[in-house]
């Protein structure tokens, strides 16, 4: 079976209003799996005189699938170099873990760089870890201010 196909089959229970409210961002479902992208507007990314948008690549992602008791989640923090540490430091505490942290990019101002993380467990638990993460970067999250990007890759 193709990727595609073999995702079809996925099936996600969870009510994606919990991790909405957690986050206070919507995402979107696509194939069962629910995914919310949340852009930088904080930062003025430039890259060889060009602006860098959070269509391009520039933003935040995670993506869940599962049970409101038994979820996975898989995405990719963009941040500051001064937010790594504390960004780190608010995930693993949160039992998410940190696969990697990288740059994307070569000769962006300021320096960006992208953390992959994952994490397998309640719903709620993991979208409060991700909120911990993300109340560790200056990425707006202003209470009722949602942020409908649609399915992003």
Request: proline share 5%.
């Amino acid at each position: 079976k193709g990727l595609t196909e073999q995702s079809a089959h996925v099936k996600s229970s969870f009510d994606p209003e919990v991790i909405e409210s957690i986050l206070n961002y919507d995402g979107a479902m696509n194939l069962g799996v629910y995914k919310v992208t949340i852009g930088r507007p904080d930062v003025n990314l430039m890259d060889h005189g060009n602006s860098v948008s959070t269509f391009m690549g520039f933003n935040t992602w995670m993506a869940f699938q599962g049970t409101a008791e038994k979820a996975a989640v898989a995405g990719d923090f963009a941040m500051l170099e001064y937010e790594v540490e504390s960004v780190i430091e608010a995930l693993v505490s949160h039992g998410i873990e940190v696969v990697a942290v990288h740059n994307h990019m070569v000769t962006e101002q300021p320096r960006i760089f992208f953390l992959h993380f994952w994490g397998v467990g309640p719903v709620e638990k993991l979208a409060r870890g991700l909120k911990a993460g993300l109340d560790r970067t200056g990425t707006p999250v202003s209470p009722g201010a949602r942020s409908k990007l649609g399915p992003q890759e």
